[in-house]
């Protein structure tokens, strides 16, 4: 693979929280590289440091050691640049701005001239499935709405590179699958790489191209699976031998790594 | 508004409590002058040797010129007359001293509402005047201000500074706490993965502050503004309490202790008390307003 494809490179990456307990190994030792268009899922147990490491990739976290690139820069630098955008596990939208008044909080922290800002704000509410919701107050939509305000706020400006924290996890199965599939067509039309954190094995199955499985206690890569199933997806093609195989897969992985202390 | 008049008065249901709640007071109060005048009055009876029975007790203990309690009927008759049948620019005017007050109320509850606000600001922004600044904050607060308040005046007509600032000085001494500390807690108020969204799109310092510290803080405001406009009167009242103001509530109240005055002291208590409930209900109806422009589920 070429360099200039390598989205994010990181190298023996540690990252360890000193608290009052003394030190906790969030990441040990951690290679990864994600290249250009690719969906990555980090899949694994909780406190296998999958949310760490999509924190230490938007430097929410600084690493205590090894070496990560993001676009071939730090970071931060990645970060000052804006080069991705961010869905966190809960929508994080602010109760005292509209539907379009939150899409637009990039767009006006950025610089992005007015008139833009609002062509750009009900493309990214088109892109949703949202349009005609504009005015409507976050309190207003359900929970799945919201996190898709939450997606839709994340691509307002563009940013090659989307970075998910469980943003399905809180989300019921039927609107789960809705999502998936939703988001699945979004990543198809737009080619951007997306690295998405979840404990749901069926949705890193049909979302991934990559499927990074971790493992607690100091969290590390135990299996790293290139997924065997065509780009193109449909929420039917989870009944098929090859998707049942590939969750099987990632559930032996999910297995051998998790430790019962 | 109509809908927060049609809420609040019509519902009759809140009516008819109110209305209970008032003629039982009425019922105490009136007992209670009853009791309180009666040894006054039975120790002048029989001074001049007066032939007396209940009745008659009852009846002059509603209407002495210098009760030890008033009636509230008499304390009507004296807003009325003092309110309705004078000049406005008249001494007796209670308009006239209730507008003299709520002046320096204003400026006091504005002075004290920014110094709040700047003090808050920069405690969350700098970590040095959290720990400094905070300590002398609350201790400003434990001395009584009927100590500090002659201080206020006196030093500063010493240097030539009288009429309404040093009252509105006294007002914003008061009124400028719990606006600092609501704001300090408001403006921490966001939950940390607000800050962290605008971590992510490399927000500046003041980005930070008027997008999301500023906007998040507002319930808090007006938490503290409600109780601190309130609070502003009673210190611009105090403020006149000392070294003799001429004008003002806290001028009638004195000068009516002055006199044995009671029914005047009453008066004056009656407009102070329906003064903050109005200013509270008017920072209750622009708390209203906001909301809605801020899509808070009312």
């Known amino acids: ?133 504009e005015k409507k107050f976050p309190w207003q939509l359900s929970g799945g709405m919201q996190q898709r305000v939450s997606i839709a706020r994340a691509l307002t400006f563009y940013p090659d590179l989307l970075l998910m924290d469980e943003p399905f996890g809180a989300l019921d199965e039927i609107v789960r699958d809705q999502l998936n599939e939703h988001f699945h067509k979004l990543w198809e039309q ?44 449909t929420l039917d093609m989870r009944e098929t031998p090859e998707f049942l195989d590939l969750s099987h897969r990632i559930r032996e992985g999910l297995r051998a790594g998790h430790s019962y202390d | 508004m109509k809908e927060v008049f049609e809420m609040n008065w019509l519902r009759t249901s809140s009516f008819v ?31 001049h040797k007066v032939e007396w029975d209940f009745s008659k007790l009852v009846d002059d203990s509603w209407s002495m010129d210098r009760p030890i309690m008033p009636a509230p009927h008499q304390i009507i008759f004296d807003l009325n007359k003092s309110i309705f049948k004078q000049k406005i620019s008249s001494k007796r005017s209670l308009i006239y001293h209730g507008w003299v007050t709520i002046s320096s109320t204003m400026v006091g509850f504005a002075m004290g509402g920014i110094l709040g606000i700047l003090l808050a600001v920069g405690i969350v922004h700098v970590p040095t005047l959290n720990k400094s600044v905070l300590p002398w904050i609350i201790a400003s607060q434990t001395i009584p201000i009927l100590a500090i ?52 799109y490399n927000a500046s310092k003041s980005q930070n502050f008027w997008k999301l510290r500023w906007p998040a803080s507002t319930p808090f405001l007006f938490a503290s503004f409600k109780v601190s406009i309130a609070i502003s009167l009673v210190g611009a009242i105090v403020g006149e309490l000392p070294a003799g103001a001429r004008a003002g509530l806290g001028a009638r109240l004195l000068t009516g202790s002055y006199y044995g005055q009671t029914i005047q002291i009453w008066s004056a208590l009656i407009v102070a008390s329906v003064l903050a409930a109005t200013l509270v209900f008017l920072m209750t109806l622009l708390e209203k307003g906001v909301q809605k422009r801020m899509g808070v589920r009312l």
């Open chain 1, 190 to 233: 737009t080619q951007k790489t997306v690295v998405f954190v979840t404990h749901s094995i069926p949705e890193a199955a049909y979302l991934s191209t990559k499927i990074v499985i971790m493992s607690p206690r100091p969290g590390k890569i135990i299996d790293l699976i290139d997924s065997p199933l065509p780009k193109k997806r």
């Open chain 2, 17 to 47: 409590s109110i209305s209970t709640v008032l003629a039982f007071t009425a019922v105490i109060w009136y007992a209670a002058a009853v009791y309180l005048n009666s040894a006054v009055l039975i120790d002048k009876y029989e001074r």
């Open chain 1, 1 to 133: 693979m070429e360099e200039s494809t390598r989205v994010v490179e990181s190298c023996k990456v540690d990252l360890v929280f000193e608290t009052a307990d003394g030190p906790v190994h969030a990441l040990s030792k951690i290679d990864l590289d994600i290249n250009k268009g690719d969906f990555v899922s980090l899949i694994g147990p909780s406190g296998c440091g999958k949310t760490s490491l999509i924190r230490v990739i938007a430097d929410l976290e600084k690493p205590t050691g090894g070496e990560i690139k993001v676009n071939g820069f730090s970071p931060e630098e990645a970060r000052l640049k804006r080069a991705y955008g961010y869905v966190f596990q809960s929508p994080a939208l602010y109760s005292w701005r509209t539907v379009e008044g939150n899409l637009k909080l990039p767009l006006e922290i950025m610089g992005i001239e007015k008139a833009e800002q609002s062509k750009r704000a009900a493309e990214a509410l088109k892109m949703v499935d949202l349009t005609g919701f």
């Open chain 2, 149 to 200: 308040a002659p201080m206020i005046i006196v030093g500063l007509g010493a240097i030539g500074v009288t009429g309404l600032l040093p009252k509105a000085i006294i007002s914003a001494y008061l009124c400028f706490f719990p606006i600092a500390i609501g704001m300090v807690k408001g403006l921490r108020s966001p939950d940390p993965i607000h800050l962290d969204l605008m971590k992510t």
